[in-house]
């Protein structure tokens, strides 16, 4: 189990989902789909293998493939390995107490920026969301 945990939180490439979903279009059966089980998202994955026979997962998986060709890495991160945009970031599941403290502390800081004038709300609600964005 805990292996099975490790696979699955484990940074999935992009460029290895484009091409399976290329050869998925390409050979139907046996792999419709494998590209949604290496993402993360099983469910897809089965109901593609369901529909094998049927043009659908073939058109799906090209669909997939230039999707995940023309959005940027940074799309790609927050959508399959729960990454920020900062690469040098750490999953969001994994955050550790310290840095909720910091991030705590900075949300304090923001906030007598923005009653001393010198954030707008605008700018304020932005970075806040920001932050919290680490904790969730």
Request: net charge negative; proline share 6%; glycine share 6%.
């Amino acid at each position: 189990m805990e292996q099975l945990e490790k696979l699955l939180n484990h940074p999935k490439s992009r460029k290895v989902g484009i091409i399976l979903a290329l050869v998925s279009t390409i050979v139907p059966w046996p792999i419709a789909g494998v590209h949604k089980f290496y993402l993360g998202q099983p469910l897809w994955g089965v109901i593609y293998l369901l529909l094998w026979n049927t043009p659908i997962p073939t058109i799906a998986c090209a669909i997939d493939a230039v999707w995940y060709f023309i959005q940027g890495a940074d799309q790609f991160n927050d959508q399959f390995n729960n990454l920020e945009s900062d690469p040098h970031t750490v999953y969001k599941q994994h955050i550790e107490p310290l840095q909720v403290n910091v991030i705590s502390e900075g949300l304090r800081e923001l906030d007598k920026l923005r009653e001393e004038g010198l954030v707008s709300d605008y700018e304020f609600e932005q970075k806040r969301r920001k932050l919290l964005d680490r904790i969730n």
